[in-house]
């Protein structure tokens, strides 16, 4: 069966510090990935998508990166944070057109 | 102009009665998927079940079924015998496009509240 994971689990960084967040999927092949941004009660922001490696769309132009170095690993980057990027980072797959399935998401609190 | 519309930001229901979250979606792909997730306080997101525009029948899985009327472009969410365990938020979300589109839009969410 196929798994995803994301770490950290949470995270508290400085504005203007850096950030990778990773996420990685077991089981299965060629995933299309995907980084969405959940701010605090609201619903899902697409951030990055990416169909193989080495491939990135963008969806929100902003300070935040995205790179897939892996077939099965997308990692999500900034140089220097804001308070703005705060908020619960949530890594998804699929195959094709069939849904998503997410990871269980990171914590990500700017002070 | 919003893709998903989900009109009501939160509700209750009563343990044992059915419940519907709505949803109305906009696209003048004939080509797209609809889905359903849901998030409770933890975090995750969990799918719960997903209609193709294609589909002649609505969706079932288990206690969950997608009222789907494609010409009043609604998608709504019905939960029979609801429990307390369903309590959470619940996410609308619409793929458009056929081979070739990754893209997926998810609605503001409806936070649902089941009382003993």
């Known amino acids: 069966s196929q798994t995803i994971h994301q770490w950290p689990a949470t995270l508290v960084q400085p504005v203007g510090s850096p950030l990778s967040l990773e996420c990685t999927v077991e089981g299965t092949s060629n995933p299309n990935l995907y980084w969405y941004r959940q701010a605090a009660g609201r619903g899902l922001q697409l951030l990055f998508y990416s169909v193989g490696i080495g491939q990135i769309s963008s969806e929100v132009p902003q300070n935040l990166s995205a790179s897939r170095p892996q077939d099965r690993q997308f990692i999500l980057s900034s140089k220097k944070l804001l308070l703005s990027d705060s908020g619960f980072y949530l890594c998804a797959w699929n195959r094709g057109r069939e849904t998503q399935y997410f990871g269980p998401g990171t914590r990500l609190l700017v002070l | ?116």
Do not use: H
Request: net charge neutral; with cysteine.
């Open chain 2, 1 to 116: 102009a919003q893709k998903i519309t989900q009109t009501q930001p939160g509700m209750f229901a009563q343990e044992k009665e059915a419940v519907t979250l709505d949803c109305t979606y906009d696209t003048s792909d004939p080509s797209y998927g609809l889905f359903w997730y849901k998030q409770p306080s933890s975090g995750e997101m969990i799918f719960l079940i997903y209609q193709g525009s294609y589909d002649q029948q609505n969706a079932t899985e288990g206690r969950y079924s997608l009222n789907f009327q494609k010409a009043r472009k609604s998608a709504n969410l019905v939960i029979s015998a609801s429990q307390l365990g369903d309590s959470a938020m619940y996410f609308c979300a619409m793929r458009e496009g056929g081979s070739g589109t990754y893209k997926y839009i998810f609605g503001t969410g409806t936070r649902l509240k089941v009382l003993a």
